[in-house]
């Protein structure tokens, strides 16, 4: 049987170096904070509870994760001073205090840390039979990261940089700060850590030593890049290059065809079929998924929508919390705003924008249209330059197009108002009454011809430039 698995994630630290006024765990990458991340991986192993421990910005980091992730088993701690690593870990002993387990330690600001490295991390723990298990890593210069000691091949402690000796620096394996550890033990090793130390702080690191003295450490070797931390801006870019790259690679091995990665802005959770093909620039992001044999043109940004099987997205089309139907064709420049919901084989065109808009099967608007606010049928054509006038100032109002309708260009349906099946209305109208089904609704003032009144307009002109200035003016002038 399965040990039981807590989660503590360190999120308390300013981050000074970011230059910023918002605590470094919040800043984003691929669309979520930092944060987010390493608290992903330890939900995905089944940690329960999992603590956040704030300190800087407190309510706003606390306010963040909450809104990420509002079903999960989270429980808060707050380290009042920034105190070391050992000090923050000891917040979370009160959220804690019912638990019996073990703990998985990881840190806000290191975000590529993947599920496989924390599976590879229990079995190694399990495997040691010890209280305490760690992950290393070898960067090229490990100038400022802890070494790991060993004697025998046995890990025996971790020094920190600032204190350890010349022979000590020249260890290449460096600790990664990734601890599963034993709540029977952890508790009670954290309340004898001394902060009698290069920098004064209390060291979770001091615990390696404490659980070697009780039997083996396990540990397990990780790359760098995947347990690198966030320290700066620049960081912040490369750390977030790091984890396009990986995912982008893991949609083309599963069938996804990307023109240029480099360009590419696909956030986890984002789900796409196999076969479909996206163009340059695009970006993927929310809960979106996206099916088989589906063409996203360069540029195009979808949030939070489903796009069914076959559609073709042309180049900069916007789609938000929108559901596209199978085969349906959009764009370029269309704007699918909230609410859009289309059946299959619907032609959106150049800026057309919807809101709101529910449209039936094989219906079409191609150029230059508003739809908010609508119902429209199945079959349903509507020319260009039509809007649907759904606000009054104070409420919106809903438009309804019955199955067939042909709309002509530069109509503007004045809602609420219901146009009937097949019914047909004519070019430049203005709607604001109910059109029964099969007629005709035309709204247009008549056409009326002067003949000759361009040449009488251009007689009068050059009359006038003869005559001069009226009399009763004024001469200008200063």
């Given amino acids: 049987m399965t040990a039981p698995l807590a989660a503590v994630v360190l999120c308390a630290g300013k981050g000074t170096r970011m230059k910023s006024e918002k605590a470094k765990v919040l800043h984003p990458i691929l669309g979520k904070p930092i944060c987010a991340y390493p608290l992903m991986r330890a939900l995905e192993l089944g940690a329960s509870p999992v603590v956040p421990v704030v300190g800087h910005q407190a309510s706003e980091v606390e306010r963040s994760i909450r809104s990420h992730f509002p079903t999960a088993p989270l429980r808060f701690a707050l380290q009042k001073e920034q105190r070391g690593t050992a000090d923050a870990v000891r917040s979370a002993e009160e959220s804690l205090k019912d638990f019996s387990g073990r703990v998985l330690i990881l840190y806000g600001d290191v975000p590529l840390v993947r599920r496989e490295t924390l599976e590879a991390l229990s079995a190694a723990h399990q495997k040691s039979g010890g209280v305490l298990s760690l992950v290393s890593t070898s960067p090229a210069d490990p ?34 700060g990734i601890y599963l550890v034993e709540s029977s033990f952890l508790w009670k090793a954290l309340a004898n850590i001394r902060s009698a130390n290069a920098q004064g702080e209390f060291y979770l690191t001091d615990l390696v030593e404490m659980a070697a003295a009780q039997g083996p450490v396990g540990s397990i070797d990780a790359e760098f890049g995947e347990t690198a931390g966030v320290n700066d801006r620049v960081e912040l870019a490369a750390r977030g290059k790091e984890l396009q790259a990986r995912l982008n690679t893991w949609h083309m091995r599963n069938g996804v065809t990307l023109a240029d990665p ?6 986890e959770g984002v789900v796409i079929g196999a076969d479909t093909e996206l163009a340059p620039m695009v970006t993927l992001s929310g809960a979106t998924v996206v099916g088989r044999n589906v063409t996203i043109g360069q540029g195009s940004v979808l949030h939070a929508s489903s796009v069914a099987d076959g559609t073709t997205i042309k180049p900069y089309t916007v789609l938000e919390e929108a559901r596209v139907g199978e085969r349906c064709i959009l764009g370029p420049f269309s704007r699918l705003r909230p609410g859009t919901d289309l059946a299959e084989e619907v032609h959106l065109g150049n800026f057309v924008e919807t809101k709101k808009a529910r449209l039936g099967r094989g219906s079409k608007a191609n150029h230059l249209a508003y739809l908010g606010d609508a119902k429209i049928g199945s079959g349903v054509n509507v020319g260009a330059g039509t809007i649907t006038c759904n606000y009054d100032g104070v409420n919106k109002h809903l438009t309804e197009l019955g199955d067939g309708v042909f709309i002509g260009s530069d109509t503007q349906l004045v809602a609420p108002v219901k146009v009937g099946d097949g019914a047909y209305v004519g070019a430049g109208s203005t709607v604001t009454k109910d059109v029964p089904p099969g007629s005709l609704a035309v709204s247009r003032t008549p056409q009326v011809n002067m003949e000759g009144w361009v040449e009488r307009k251009k007689a009068r002109m050059a009359k006038s430039a003869e005559a001069g200035p009226s009399k009763s003016g004024k001469a200008s002038g200063g």
Avoid at 157 to 170: F, G, L, M, S, Y
């Fill in 143 to 176: 100038t400022g990261y802890g070494r790991v000691i060993r004697e025998m091949g046995k890990v025996v402690r971790i020094v920190e940089h600032k204190d350890a000796t010349p022979e000590q620096r020249q260890v290449r394996e460096c600790n990664a």
């Fill in 262 to 267: 480099a360009t590419t802005y696909i956030e």
